[in-house]
């Protein structure tokens, strides 16, 4: 028999509890796999992840010394990790990513899939390879991802799995028609998922950050004179909006947008 699914406490406290309430997610005793964990969005979640008790698996295609560094800050917090190179796109490497994970750290519980590509391209020189190669590596990934930790979720009553889309899902953005589709499509995965696990305990949202101040948007970094607040976001602030999502066991088929009022104009 699967052990029972521990499942993610919030704490309040504080003198002014009653005025002012202060929520702590608490994931101790859960295992988190980040895809695309070695830098950027997804090292951030994957340390806000440890920072709220979670054992870490932080997958990464090419930069091993990078996510050799997310692990040793995750280690440093108390928490285990592993690094473990997978290429999201492929199925195979999935599921041998996923046994050695349940292997080293247990299930996994906790699933972000975060890795993507942003290749900008215009209409006059999109390529059919681009625009197949930016599906498979944003969309068909997460896809492959969540068929694969789905049986040990189901098996326990409980999951959470969250998808890093974008603002392009809605709008043009900056980098074409692939990067917009393949954005626009992990939403309608997210809700297809939502509606059909909801029921096992199991939640699926989207995470819509727009204009983070990462190496992905470092050729439109013009583009944040147009936000509202005045700056471009932080990965910090999207692993914020991740833990969020982890600590609500009644939010499901939502995507939250990050993109500092960029929806009001």
Do not use: W
């Not at 699967?2 to 859960?30: C, E, F, Q, V, Y």
């Not at 699933?111 to 900008?120: D, E, K, T």
């Amino acid at each position: 028999m699967p052990a029972p699914a521990r499942s993610i406490a919030s704490t309040s406290g504080g003198r002014n509890a009653g005025r002012k309430m202060t929520n702590r997610i608490d994931l101790s005793g859960h295992v988190a796999l980040i895809t695309g964990a070695s830098r950027g969005i997804g090292r951030a979640i994957a340390l806000a992840l440890a920072e709220a008790g979670a054992d870490i698996a932080v997958n990464f295609s090419t930069r091993a010394a990078e996510a050799e560094d997310v692990a040793t800050l995750v280690r440093a917090l108390g928490r285990r990790a592993l690094v473990i190179a997978a290429d999201v796109s492929d199925s195979a490497a999935i599921a041998a990513m996923v046994g050695a994970v349940t292997t080293a750290l247990g299930p996994i519980d906790l699933l972000v899939n975060n890795a993507g590509i942003g290749p900008a391209h215009g209409l006059d020189d999109l390529t059919e390879a681009v625009f197949d190669r930016t599906i498979a590596v944003n969309l068909k990934s997460a896809f492959l991802c969540i068929q694969a930790v789905l049986p040990a979720m189901r098996a326990r009553r409980f999951g959470r799995i969250v998808n890093i889309s974008s603002g392009a899902a809605r709008g043009a953005g900056g980098i074409g028609v692939h990067y917009n589709a393949s954005k626009a499509g992990l939403e309608g995965l997210t809700r297809g998922y939502a509606a059909r696990l909801a029921a096992e305990g199991i939640t699926v949202n989207a995470v819509a950050p727009s204009l983070i101040d990462t190496e992905m948007v470092a050729p439109i970094r013009a583009a944040a004179s147009r936000i509202p607040v005045g700056r471009m976001g932080t990965a910090e602030e999207v692993a914020q909006a991740v833990l969020l999502v982890m600590g609500n066991a009644y939010m499901t088929g939502q995507t939250i947008q990050l993109n500092g009022g960029l929806n009001f104009i």
